[in-house]
C-alpha cells in the first residue's frame, strides 16, 4: 500500500543520491591540485620522456611537498614556461633570474648556481677563452639570458635557437660553430648525441644563479604561510637536495 509515509521515503532517497550524484565531481575537483609547475624539457633538468624526472621535478616535489601544498608538475617548452609565469597558469619555475621575469614573477630564494657555456668542435676551432667565439656564430637559447656576457666580445653571431637539443643539431650539421650548453647538463647531453670528449670540447661562458621563481598572478603568490614554508625548505634541507641532484644528474 502506496501510503504518504513511504511516498516521503522515496522521496527522500531520491534527494540522498542527487545530492551523492552533485557532491561526488566537487570532491574530485577539491582533491585535485590547483596548482600547476611547469620546468624546461631539458635534460637533466626535466628529462623530456619523463617529465617527473630531473634535477627541476625532483627538488620543486620536494620543497612542495615540505610546505605541504598540493601541486601538478609538468614540462613545457621553453618560452612557454615564461609565458605561464607571466599569466598565472605557471605556479613555479627554476630559472636564471633577471629583471623582465622579475616584473612578473617573484624571487623566492635562491636554488643553485649553474655555468652557462658553449660546445663547439675541437677540429674547427681552438677556443682558450670567450675572446675565442670573436667572429664564430654561437647558438644562444631564444629567451635565456645566460650568455648575455658573449655581448661584451665583439664579431660573435648570434644565432637564436628554441631548445638546447636544436643547438646540437645545429652544431652537428657545422651551421653552428658554437652553442648553448649548461653545466649540469654537458655530460647527459653529449651521451645523448653520441659525441665523444675526443671531438667536442666545452667552454665556460659564465656562472649564473638560479632561483625559484612564483607567479605574480598565480594563487600561490597570495599564500603568505605558503610561501613562507616554501622558503623554508629551499634555506634548509632544499640546499642538501638540490646539491644532491646536481651530483647525482652531471
Known sequence: MDTASSRIG??????????????????????????????????????????????????LRYLFDQARIEVRLDTMPYLRVLNG?????????????????????????????????VLYKKSR????????????????????????????????????IESADQ??????????????????????????YGLSSAEYAWLEVDENPVVLYISRKSPLAADKAGLQRLKDACESSGRAVMARLMRDYK
Open 10 to 59: 522515496r522521496r527522500c532517497r531520491a534527494w540522498r543520491a542527487a545530492l551523492v550524484l552533485c557532491l561526488a565531481p566537487a570532491a574530485a575537483w577539491a582533491q585535485a591540485p590547483s596548482l600547476t609547475a611547469y620546468t624546461v624539457p631539458v635534460a637533466p633538468w626535466t628529462f623530456p620522456d619523463t617529465p617527473t624526472r630531473g634535477i627541476a621535478p625532483e627538488y
Open 85 to 117: 609565469l607571466r599569466n598565472g597558469d605557471n605556479a613555479a619555475a627554476i630559472l636564471i633570474p633577471d629583471a623582465e621575469r622579475d616584473s612578473y614573477a617573484l624571487r623566492l630564494c635562491n636554488a643553485t648556481v649553474i655555468r652557462a657555456g
Open 125 to 160: 676551432f681552438r677556443i682558450a677563452d670567450i675572446a675565442g667565439l670573436s667572429g664564430l656564430t654561437v647558438g644562444e637559447q631564444r629567451g635565456s639570458h645566460a650568455l648575455d656576457k658573449l655581448a661584451t666580445v665583439p664579431g660573435v653571431h648570434h644565432e637564436k
Open 167 to 192: 643547438g646540437l643539431r645545429m652544431l652537428q650539421l657545422n651551421r653552428l660553430d658554437a652553442t648553448f650548453v649548461s653545466s649540469p647538463g654537458v655530460d647527459v647531453l653529449m651521451q645523448s
